[in-house]
């Protein structure tokens, strides 16, 4: 495995940092640029007593909290970025999956009963799987909110646009359909195309990679989230 790569990570500033101080730690260079901005929603204030459970897909859903959590509840988090978050907020009771939703999903299904009581998932406008359609599905009752919504980030800043320009990035990683096509977008409209050639792209899922195939890339691969350090090679 090579180290020092130059790794390009698109989420949004706080997930970033959390991926970008374990890949510092292994020798690697890293660049954050979040293709989309988080934006909070006001939302009702939550009487977490009337629920048993509350599910974090994001650790964004976590910093748009407006109020406490409840150390009475038991927290679900997609993963350990998202439950470090929860537990700054007041959440004890946390039970972390390993950054993928599957498993969130399993956990869930394994470690609670339909009959314990309401669901509650906090969450942001746009999301890549239906947690409360699976939930409700299996007969549990669930109370989605959206606390926060993202907007595309109108273009590259100057240091991601020279690192670009300067063929200075050997891989990156995306996170949802949206962030693919907004990046694909934001290459067009800077003529970046030619430079992808050398760039290794990794994405969570087949579906997350179809935009960016109008690009060529040197290599693409499908990784899981937590597993990210597995998919340099």
Do not use: M
Not at 23 to 30: A, K, T
Request: contains cysteine; proline residues 3%.
């Amino acid at each position: 495995r090579r180290l020092n790569l130059h790794i390009l990570f698109t989420r949004p500033e706080l997930d970033s940092v959390y991926l970008a101080k374990k890949f510092i730690q292994l020798g690697h260079q890293v660049s954050i640029f979040p293709v989309l901005n988080i934006v909070k929603k006001n939302i009702i204030n939550i009487n977490f007593s009337t629920y048993h459970s509350v599910v974090f897909t994001s650790s964004n859903a976590v910093l748009c909290l407006d109020q406490e959590g409840s150390s009475s509840i038991r927290c679900y988090c997609v993963g350990s970025a998202t439950a470090e978050q929860a537990r700054k907020k007041g959440f004890t009771d946390i039970v972390t999956a390993g950054g993928d939703y599957q498993q969130l999903k399993e956990i869930i299904l394994n470690l609670s009963n339909k009959t314990d009581g309401k669901f509650l998932y906090l969450r942001g406008e746009y999301i890549s799987n239906d947690l409360e359609k699976d939930l409700t599905d299996e007969g549990y009752q669930v109370d989605s909110f959206v606390n926060y919504t993202t907007f595309p980030n109108p273009d590259f800043d100057q240091q991601t646009l020279q690192i670009f320009k300067d063929q200075n990035i050997d891989l990156i990683f995306i996170y949802s359909k949206r962030s693919a096509e907004h990046l694909l977008k934001l290459i067009f409209n800077n003529q970046l195309e030619s430079k992808c050639n050398l760039i290794q792209l990794r994405c969570i899922s087949e579906n997350v990679f179809h935009p960016l195939q109008k690009v060529k890339w040197k290599n693409i691969k499908i990784f899981s989230p937590g597993n990210e350090e597995f998919s340099l090679d």
